[in-house]
């Protein structure tokens, strides 16, 4: 049974960095897609950044470019949001999410493919 936990969420100031972390059970990282998604209060849920299983990479949001980047360690099943600078509009509850292919939609995940998410607060 799959199954996403992430981790690493907290309160930080302005121009601080977080590291999120992603442990995937039930399912390889090597044959499957991993997508970091963001809610702000208010907000609709917006695909920040997705690893594939080859390990290449594709960012969907313009404010985390040259700021966030996703790494993965198949051999401990875990996916990485490493976040620099860290913004006040970056506040959000961060999820990680599997797919079968890279998406920005949130709509194209099934319910039983996410994480329960973890909330990042940035201070200014």
């Known amino acids: 049974q799959l199954q996403l936990v992430e981790s690493g969420g907290g309160l930080v100031q302005s121009g601080g960095s977080l590291r999120l972390s992603c442990v995937v059970s039930g399912f390889p990282l090597d044959n499957i897609e991993i997508v970091w998604f963001r809610q702000a209060p208010g907000k609709e849920r917006e695909g920040v950044s997705c690893?594939?299983?080859?390990?290449?990479?594709?960012n969907y949001a313009d404010s985390v470019k040259g700021r966030f980047t996703v790494s993965k360690d198949n051999a401990k099943n875990t996916v990485y949001l490493q976040m620099n600078n860290l913004k006040s509009e970056d506040t959000a509850v961060y999820y990680c999410?599997?797919?079968?292919?890279?998406?920005?939609?949130?709509?194209?995940?099934?319910?039983?493919?996410w994480g329960q998410g973890t909330q990042v607060t940035v201070s200014s």
């Open positions: 690893i594939d299983s080859g390990g290449h990479i594709t």
């Open positions: 999410a599997a797919n079968l292919w890279c998406t920005r939609d949130y709509s194209d995940i099934t319910d039983d493919s």
